[in-house]
């Protein structure tokens, strides 16, 4: 083909040239041509199970070939035999397998003619084979003596290939065979020194031809092998035998190949098939045979030695293998050796064959045959089946080439070239047609085309025509040939228009032409929207067991519907129903969907779009993640007394990497079948050094642990067991308890089993009392505890524990001071004083027991108070006993809680872990007079427009002598604005009522009401009410209460109030104010107010507020209003203070604690401070 380049466009022309145009155009069969053998036979076998033998030959041409045969070079009549059926129109015929058939077996030809030339098939070769039969004979029995080398030959008859032998007994047993006893490649037994046993009369010969489903039998032989022995030998017949084979040893002695062959032979084999040398040798003891290659080495990969290393076997021979090898027979007595010389040789070989092909009229014809071969080929030519005549030939010939010049349509032949040596015959047939036809396009005239937007759509024009003929294409109405460069005409005349737009739709027309003549044909173009997917997620990443929806979202053609079609496949295999075994996985047009996702799931999903004009793909990669399957091969190295080293290999990861590995291990001793972590490897790592302890035997598993989870264990190690040895540590946490005075228990944390180090454990242990000059005491106990008797009270010892076993003791042990059993104190605290701070609160004062006196551990003081009587009204009261316990050693105490204006009695007594002291003799004091409780009522008497009269009730509690009351009242609204406080003093403490004047009307008032002591005036009482303007009751004390009206109001303002304060109480409890809180603050106790200030600090609520700590009568009553959690660390200065909310802080030894009540009982409960 030719490009013929104009401005600014291109015409393309397609030039049909001789040596191209063999391979390229098939000429139609409307055309004249010459023959062309198309089917043939090759070598044949012609077995006698077969009903019939079809020897093939088929051949094409116009006009129809006639077809004749040669039989070993002669003319074949296939009409000659009444067996030969003759196939009409064909050169194809069968022989029917009747009577004597083995006249037909030589090699045939087969010869297709018509007007233009001849056409010749290969040689066929018909090979009609015998009943392979051993020959009926009569073999004489073998005798010889021990020692002697034997061969039974075979010679089987001659068949088809391939040929089996074997060696049996008349049982069809097997011949065992050895170095001693083998069969050669011919079938011949050889025996390299016979021995007694071989003594046998069934020696059978069976060769087996599969090919011919045959195996036939020679007739059995008979070996006899008999003893030697010296006429001087009088001995055992096995000194006998020793003897004979003494005289017969003897070095080697090649029997294959013959000593007649000389010292070296030669061996031709052919390239590509298989070299077999033999070497078998006689002698005694028996050889041993071996090999090497002289020039150069043997191949490591190709040469196997096979019969007891008696042949050599190459397969697949090259030229490399082309050399002198050599076998070497020995044994202690000597050695025999042979060389072989091999040559490859090889059939001929194809370089160049001549090649069919259409010329026109006064072209030239150059025809090359060249081929190799070892022997180099000779090459004949031939034409139309016959030699050439060199003298009438009009071109030149020579053994690689034919010419002809200015070929005319008479030139057309069929030319044959034969490359030949002695292993084999190439044929090649080149068919030289000379035509002068005008173009004939082959393509259907007003074909319909379609493409997508962006492929490439193609036009055919399928032309042949000699000579060439020019080819161009135009659109539409124009006449110009397409010029762009998106248009490429093909060799085949086809039009391809690359990266087509719509624009491209339109008629199309083929013109082609030559010096003969011209055709064209049309063809249309349509011209369709691509289609386009996307894959949803994009590569996801998903856990094992969870659930993935991929889905594949189109865009298509409108008139590509009917062929559009989705379709899945994973790891590029189709998805189907039928493919689909799983339920997980189900499959919907455009979505797939897999539950319980499993690691078989992972890989690469590719969704397919096809319609009748493209196929997109679209693809994601389904990653799926899973905790790492277990490590693998868990192998133990540098082993030592305390360590070892493991190593594994990692388990797969599933996508997720190894962070790190967790060893554990499992030990046989002490506790079976638990498995404990050892250690930890990060990372990927696959090795770590173990520290062990002694006397255990150990047995060791991993698990790999990524961002998904942990892996199943591996499979467990060999055990490794570390020796024994001494402890590494003594006992821990080493005590004394004792619940008697005299007597002391010493007890310790035991060793756990794998800090024991080896067998038997014990525990020395060494005491003596301190600060005394004395010698240890010991005693060795398998327990963890050790009772010492008769131990004087409270007095410190010195402890020491080790750890011993059967190895030796362990490190030195430290001291740990303990002390014996403790008593009770016995004596009681002095000096006790009171301190009054406030009508409800004292100072306690005590001088402390000596050390000596506590006999134990001192654990604080117990302040014990009860009231005698009232200061009020001077009666007694029965003594209700209450105590405070105050840890640790300490001289002083705040009593809180007290009633005001009050006697009281106080005591105080130590104790210890054993128990209370005796008490001190009790102190009498006396409590000040305080602010009274708020009086018990308040009631709205009579209230008219502008005045109102109000009675109230005693305090429930006076502490101390009523001096009078204080009386406010002020206005109030429903905003949190209120009106000023008005004061009135009621200076009579006997009055308890008051009539207030001069009131706005209409308005609303809220009253107080307080009694007042020397000390001060209490919390007051408070009441609401509104005036009115007809000078009407407005309290909640008068008749109106009866009206239904009036109750239902109330009923309103009930639940009206009930919010507020749900409301209020919320409020309060997050710390904020409401204005009720804060009309009830502008008139503080003052008491209370001081003691506040003074004790409390910060402490901010007016209401009463428990302490932490309890308060508990002695006989284990507890008033609501009087239990209170302990007071010890109640104090002042560096010992104690009070936090912002009120709670006591205090100290012992320099530490802050929270101190706790005692009594009969365990439970506590807390009471207010009294002002």
């Known amino acids: 083909m030719e490009m013929l380049l104009s401005t600014k466009r291109i015409t393309v022309c397609l030039l049909f040239f001789a040596l191209s145009l063999a391979a390229a155009i098939e000429i139609p069969s409307s055309v004249v041509q010459l023959p062309t053998i198309t089917e043939q036979s090759e070598t044949q076998v012609a077995y006698p199970f077969d009903e019939n033998f079809t020897i093939k030959c088929e051949a094409s041409g116009n006009p129809q070939p006639t077809f004749n045969w040669t039989k070993d070079g002669k003319p074949f009549d296939l009409s000659s035999d009444p067996r030969i059926n003759a196939l009409n129109n064909s050169g194809t015929f069968v022989i029917q397998n009747h009577g004597i058939i083995t006249n037909f077996q030589g090699k045939y030809r087969c010869y297709a003619s018509n007007v233009l030339g001849t056409a010749m098939s290969r040689e066929i070769e018909l090979i009609v084979p015998s009943v392979p039969k051993f020959p009926k004979e009569k073999i004489e029995p073998l005798d010889v003596e021990h020692g002697d080398s034997v061969i039974l030959h075979c010679n089987p008859p001659k068949g088809i290939p391939p040929l089996h032998i074997y060696w049996m007994n008349i049982d069809l047993q097997h011949i065992p065979q050895d170095e001693r006893v083998s069969m050669s490649l011919k079938g011949d037994l050889y025996f390299a020194n016979v021995e007694e046993n071989d003594s046998r009369s069934d020696y059978c010969c069976f060769a087996a031809f599969p090919k011919l489903r045959t195996i036939v039998q020679k007739m059995p032989m008979t070996l006899k092998v008999s003893r030697f022995k010296h006429a001087n030998d009088s001995g055992s017949p096995n000194a006998a035998v020793t003897k004979a084979n003494f005289i017969k040893e003897r070095k080697p002695k090649l029997l294959i190949p013959p000593e007649s062959a000389g010292s070296s032979s030669s061996v031709t084999v052919i390239k590509g098939g298989v070299l077999q040398l033999e070497c078998i040798a006689e002698g005694l003891p028996t050889p041993h045979l071996s090999w090497v290659k002289v020039t150069g080495n043997l191949p490591k990969d190709k040469p196997v030695t096979d019969k007891f290393g008696k042949v050599l076997k190459i397969e697949n021979v090259s030229a490399a293998d082309e050399g002198t090898y050599q076998c070497t027979a020995s044994n202690p007595v000597g050695r025999a050796k042979h060389e072989f010389h091999v040559h490859v040789e090889e059939p001929p070989q194809w370089i160049k064959e001549p090649r069919s092909g259409v010329y026109s009229l006064g072209e030239n014809l150059l025809l090359l045959c060249e081929a190799i071969g070892n022997p180099e080929p000779t090459i004949q030519w031939k034409m139309n089946g016959m030699p050439i005549d060199s003298r009438t030939f009009r071109g030149r010939i020579s053994d690689g080439e034919i010419s002809l010049t200015n070929l005319q349509l008479q030139d057309s032949a069929v030319y044959h070239c034969e490359a030949s040596n002695k292993h084999g015959t190439l044929l090649a047939s080149a068919n030289v047609n000379v035509l002068n036809i005008a173009p004939l396009i082959l393509t259907s005239d007003g074909e319909n085309y379609a493409a997508v937007v962006g492929y490439s759509a193609f036009l055919h024009c399928e032309i042949f025509a000699s000579p060439a003929a020019d080819i161009r294409w135009t659109k539409d109405d124009s006449i110009e040939p397409l010029s762009a460069l998106r248009y490429e005409l093909n060799k085949n005349g086809t039009l391809e228009i690359k990266e087509t737009k719509k624009e491209d739709s339109g008629s199309y027309a083929c013109w082609a032409a030559n010096s003969v003549g011209k055709r064209a044909i049309t063809a249309n173009l349509d011209i369709r929207d691509a289609t386009k997917i996307v894959v949803t997620p994009k590569n996801p990443q998903v856990l094992k067991s969870h659930s993935i929806l991929l889905k594949c979202q189109s865009e298509y053609d409108s008139h590509l519907k009917g062929s559009f079609k989705l379709s899945w496949r994973k790891d590029g295999y189709e998805l189907s129903a039928s493919s689909i075994q799983d339920s997980r996985i189900i499959m919907d047009m455009d979505t797939l969907f897999i539950s319980n996702v499993m690691l078989e799931d992972q890989g690469v999903y590719t969704c397919v779009a096809t319609t009748s004009l493209d196929s997109v793909t679209a693809k994601t990669r389904l990653i799926v993640l899973d905790v790492p399957d277990p490590p693998e091969d868990l192998q133990l190295s540098e082993h030592q007394n305390r360590s070892v080293r493991l190593s594994w290999k990692a388990g797969a990861s599933h996508n997720s990497p190894v962070n790190e590995s967790i060893i554990e291990f499992e030990e046989s001793r002490w506790e079976p079948g638990r498995w404990q972590e050892l250690a930890r490897a990060p990372g990927n790592t696959t090795t770590t050094l173990l520290s062990l302890s002694p006397y255990t035997n150990y047995q060791f598993r991993v698990m790999s642990v990524n961002a998904v989870g942990r892996s199943q264990p591996s499979k467990p190690s060999l055990r490794y067991s570390t020796p024994p040895a001494a402890p590494d540590k003594n006992p821990e946490n080493i005590r004394v308890e004792a619940s008697e005075p005299n007597e002391m228990v ?90 009054i701070v406030n009508s409800t609160l004292v100072k306690v004062f005590w001088f402390g027991i000596p050390r000596d006196r506590v006999r134990g551990h001192l654990r604080g003081y117990k302040v014990t108070w009860w009231k005698t009587k009232s200061m009020l009204d001077g009666k007694r009261h029965h003594p209700e006993k209450h105590f405070l316990t105050f840890v640790g050693d300490r001289n002083y105490g705040m009593i809180p809680g007290l009633e005001p204006f009050s006697e009281f009695r106080l005591t105080v007594l130590a104790y210890n872990s054993k128990g209370d002291g005796p008490e001190s003799a009790p102190v009498v004091f006396e409590t000040p007079e305080g602010v009274p409780e708020q009086p018990r009522f308040l009631k709205i008497l009579n209230f008219d427009k502008e005045s109102v009269t109000l009675s109230w009730g005693l305090p429930k509690r006076a502490n101390g002598h009523i001096t009078g009351y204080i009386l406010q009242y002020q206005i109030i609204n429903e905003t949190h604005e209120i009106g000023s406080l008005m004061d009135i003093s009621v200076a009579n403490h006997t009055t308890l009522s008051w009539r207030l004047t001069d009131l706005s009307p209409s308005t609303k008032y809220k009253f107080y009401v307080k009694a007042c002591t020397a000390k001060g005036c209490g919390k007051p009482v408070t009441e609401e009410g509104l005036t009115v303007a007809q000078g009407t009751y407005a309290g909640i004390y008068d008749g109106i209460s009866t009206q239904g009206w009036f109750i239902g109001l109330m009923c309103a303002i009930a639940l009206l109030t009930l919010m507020l304060l749900t409301i209020c109480f919320v409020r309060r409890n997050k710390g904020g104010k409401y204005s009720v809180k804060e009309k009830e603050d502008l008139h503080p106790d003052p008491e209370a107010q001081s003691i506040k200030d003074e004790i409390f600090g910060e402490y901010s609520d007016s209401d009463e507020k428990p302490l932490k700590g309890s308060l508990r009568s002695v006989n284990g009553d507890i008033k609501a209003t009087e239990s209170a959690d302990s007071l010890v660390d109640y104090g002042e200065g560096e010992h104690g203070m009070f936090n912002e909310d009120g709670s006591f802080i205090g100290a012992y030894s320099g530490s802050k604690e929270k101190g706790s009540v005692e009594g009969n009982g365990s439970s506590t409960a807390t009471f207010p401070l009294h002002a």
Do not use: C
């Open 746 to 835: 010493m007890k310790w944390e035991p060793l756990k089993p794998m800090e024991r180090n080896g067998p038997g454990l014990e525990y020395r242990v060494s005491w003596r009392q301190q600060g005394v000059e004395t010698e240890w005491n010991e005693e060795t106990v398998k327990k963890h505890s050790l009772t010492l008797r008769n131990t004087p009270t409270f007095v410190p010892y010195e402890i020491k524990v080790q750890a011993i076993n059967n190895l030796g003791a362990g490190p030195e042990p430290n001291i740990t001071t303990g002390y014996s059993g403790e008593d009770i104190p016995d004596a009681a605290p002095s000096g006790v004083s009171v301190d």
